[in-house]
Antibody, heavy 117, light 106 residues
Framework: QVQLQQWGAGLLKPSETLSLTCAVDGGSFSGFFWTWIRQSPGKGLEWIAEVSHTGSVSYNPSLRGRVAFSSDTSKNHFSLELTSLTAADTAVYYC???????????WGQGTLVTVSS | IVMMQSPVTLSVSPGEGATLSCRASHSVNDNLAWYQQKPGQPPRLVIYGASTRATGIPARFTGSGSGTNFILTISGLQSEDSAVYYCLQYNFLPGTFGGGTKVEIK
């Protein structure tokens, strides 16, 4: 059973950078899709960034320029950085993996990130 | 791609059925998933490929539709089905979720 464990700072100030990491336990990193998704009361569930099974990285255009996705396959980790934070970035951030069209879908526990001065 | 869900809230008695709707602004073929989310938990995959139940999902959950119109039907509602249900299109990047339908058990 694949499990995702995520961590990162939960309280940040405006203009700071969010950094989150997700560890994949119990399965291979390669061959699957790995995604960051956030959920805020105002905007619901929002897809942030994803690396495909071929290694291609895609970003949500609404966040392009502020977001960076990286992965370390040797450690079975993938990470998210989001710069120039504002209060609008306050949300629960989830890492997700699998292959939706194959019914494979694993989620991290979520990290509440609050942006406040 | 904009995903619109209706209704926003559905209140149903135990044992009754519920019909949730999801509409896409453009055709997403059958690349549509339904998720169930309970408070304090991440979403859980219920249906993928518009109509295939995910592992461990009871047969009372049925997905249908293709293109732009999709339906999630829950028959014989049980108390544990109380949750918010979201649709997700994964035909185009970025994936986009609907705003959710909250299913309440009377």
């Amino acid at each position: 059973q694949v499990q995702l464990q995520q961590w990162g700072a939960g309280l940040l100030k405006p203009s700071e950078t969010l950094s989150l990491t997700c560890a994949v336990d119990g399965g291979s990193f390669s061959g699957f899709f790995w995604t960051w998704i956030r959920q805020s009361p105002g905007k619901g569930l929002e897809w942030i960034a994803e690396v495909s099974h071929t290694g291609s990285v895609s970003y949500n255009p609404s966040l392009r320029g502020r977001v960076a996705f990286s992965s370390d396959t040797s450690k079975n980790h993938f990470s998210l950085e989001l710069t120039s934070l504002t209060a609008a970035d306050t949300a629960v951030y989830y890492c997700r993996g699998g292959w939706t069209s194959q019914g494979l879908d694993w989620w991290g526990q979520g990290t509440l990130v609050t942006v406040s001065s | 791609i904009v995903m619109m869900q209706s209704p926003v809230t559905l209140s149903v008695s135990p044992g009754e059925g519920a019909t949730l709707s999801c509409r896409a602004s453009h055709s997403v073929n059958d690349n549509l998933a339904w998720y169930q989310q309970k408070p304090g938990q991440p979403p859980r995959l219920v249906i993928y490929g518009a109509s295939t139940r995910a592992t461990g999902i009871p047969a009372r959950f049925t997905g249908s539709g293709s293109g732009t119109n999709f339906i999630l039907t829950i028959s014989g509602l049980q108390s544990e089905d109380s949750a918010v249900y979201y649709c997700l299109q994964y035909n185009f990047l970025p994936g986009t979720f609907g705003g959710g339908t909250k299913v309440e058990i009377k």
